[in-house]
């Protein structure tokens, strides 16, 4: 099962919604920038991110 989740790019910091499943081994990259480093955003970074604004 699919759902979508929140991805950002560890490059460019843009943020996009993907269809994520985690049973699924994928790899993705930034659909502004092109970057590889591109991570499911957690918690702990939506709180990192409100900190540096």
Known sequence: ???NKT??????QH???????PKQVA????PKCGSNSVRLETPAAVAAKQEGD
Not at 7 to 12: I, K, N, V
Not at 15 to 21: K, L, Q
Request: a positive charge; hydrophobic letters at 35%; glycine letters at 0%.
């Open 1 to 3: 099962m699919s759902a």
């Open 7 to 12: 991805f950002y790019c560890l490059r460019c």
């Open 27 to 30: 790899e993705r990259s930034c």
């Open 15 to 21: 943020r996009f919604p993907v269809a994520h499943d």
